[in-house]
Structure formats: C-alpha cells, structure tokens
C-alpha cells in the first residue's frame, strides 16, 4: 500500500516586515507556501500568494498561521 499523501509547510509575511527564506531540504512531497501582501516577494521554493493589503497586517499574519 503506497500513500501519496502531501504536506504543505506555510508562512505569512505582512507589512513589509521580514524577507522569505528558503529552505534548507526541499522535499517533493511537500508543498512550499507563502501568504503575503508585498509583491516584491519572490522565490523558487515558495508558492506565493499575494493577498490585498490590510490595515492590521501582523494580526491578518496571525490569523493565517493559527488557521
């Protein structure tokens, strides 16, 4: 029985605040995703997805990594 289950491995970067960093092991069987508001934010690992700018951006960043 083979499982081809997949785990995706996520961050939030809002506001500017910090820079993405790439992964030391990069694995086939898991997805790699950014959630960000700065469109200057680019990778080759990381699956970006940009999102509209908020007001509470370190709060929106919160909410995403707890849910």
Same mark, same amino acid.
């Given at each position: !029985? ?8 996520? @961050?939030? +970067? !809002?506001? #500017? $605040? %910090?820079? &993405? ?5 990069? @694995?086939?069987?898991?997805?790699? &995703?950014? $959630?960000? %508001? #700065?469109?200057? +934010? ?8 940009? /999102? %509209?700018?908020?007001? #509470? ?6 909410? /995403?990594? &707890? /849910?």
């Amino acid at each position: !029985m083979s499982t081809s289950n997949k785990i995706a491995v996520y @961050t939030a +970067i !809002m506001g #500017n $605040f %910090d820079n &993405i960093k790439e992964p030391l092991v990069v @694995t086939s069987n898991v997805d790699y &995703i950014c $959630f960000t %508001d #700065n469109e200057k +934010i680019k990778s080759k690992t990381w699956k970006i997805i940009l /999102l %509209d700018k908020q007001e #509470n951006s370190r709060k929106l960043a919160r909410k /995403l990594k &707890i /849910l």
